[in-house]
């Protein structure tokens, strides 16, 4: 039976987060977290750009988006245990 080499960084992340329990891996996780922080990034523009139409100033706007979105996200993160990112949002 030939073994698996692990790197040492997978082998920390694996003890961390316990990527086989939940059945992941390391590749799927850059992946989510890169398609997130996309996602994220473009709200954080969007959002204020549509609200200052209204007459107000899009750097509170955008100031306000960033911290509503930070805090619901760490708030999730620590007290939750739950990996998520969400923000201001449109629905159809």
Not at 12 to 38: C, D, P, Q, W, Y
Not at 46 to 57: R, W
Not at 71 to 86: F, K, P, Q, V, Y
Request: charged content about 15%; overall charge neutral.
């Amino acid at each position: 039976m030939e073994d698996e080499k692990k790197s040492p960084t997978s082998s920390l992340l694996e003890r961390i987060f316990k990527l086989s329990a939940h059945k992941t891996n390391v590749k799927t996780e850059l992946m989510a977290g890169l398609t997130t922080f996309v996602t994220m990034s473009y709200i954080m523009f969007l959002n204020p750009n549509i609200m200052s139409k209204t007459g107000m100033p899009f750097d509170g706007l955008f100031l306000a988006t960033c911290l509503g979105g930070s805090n619901r996200d760490h708030s999730n993160g620590t007290i939750c245990e739950l990996a998520s990112g969400a923000s201001a949002g449109y629905g159809a």
